[in-house]
């Protein structure tokens, strides 16, 4: 039996599904046929612009993003999926703040509603900083299928995991 380390917090009925799918050899073929294309965005500067995008049309007066990058660094199993990091620093006699997106690299091949979901999570933090209520409130006003999208690309990490084994 796979052990399920991206839906650790889910319900044994949903746990016990997909361990059937694992075990019928059918969880690839589950997420190709929901999620047939990958997105063409593979560059940092395309990363940058998708997300801006996302962030003009929702956060227009959010603070500013200074940059937007895949990271190979980041490792999935630690949980991080993307981060946002914010830097503040005196520069003169002003306070500056940087901050930054990163995006684990995984997700340069991923299908373009995973990396959606992953950057709208990701901009979501410009507003709330925790994970709590208003912040997920935040993410579904800016992605409606959010909680879907975001138990989906547990399902492909997972099938990534049983692929790399």
Not at 25 to 42: A, C, M, N, V
Not at 133 to 138: D, E, I, P, V
């Amino acid at each position: 039996m796979y052990q399920l380390k991206y839906l650790a917090g889910y319900s044994e009925q949903v746990t016990t599904r997909v361990q059937q799918l694992i075990a019928e050899d059918r969880l690839g073929s589950f997420l190709t046929q929901k999620y047939p294309d990958t997105h063409e965005i593979r560059t940092d500067r395309a990363l940058y612009d998708f997300t801006m995008a996302i962030k003009n049309e929702f956060l227009r007066s959010a603070q500013p993003l200074s940059r937007v990058a895949y990271d190979g660094k980041l490792h999935v199993v630690q949980q991080a999926l993307g981060t946002h990091t914010f830097v503040s620093r005196v520069q003169g006699g002003k306070l500056k703040a940087k901050h930054e997106i990163r995006v684990a690299a995984v997700f340069r091949n991923a299908p373009p509603e995973f990396l959606r979901m992953i950057v709208v999570h990701e901009l979501a933090h410009l507003k709330e900083k925790e994970h709590n209520k208003a912040f997920y409130k935040l993410c579904e006003y800016m992605e409606p299928a959010y909680s879907q999208l975001e138990f989906d690309t547990r399902l492909y990490l997972t099938q990534l995991d049983l692929a790399a084994k």
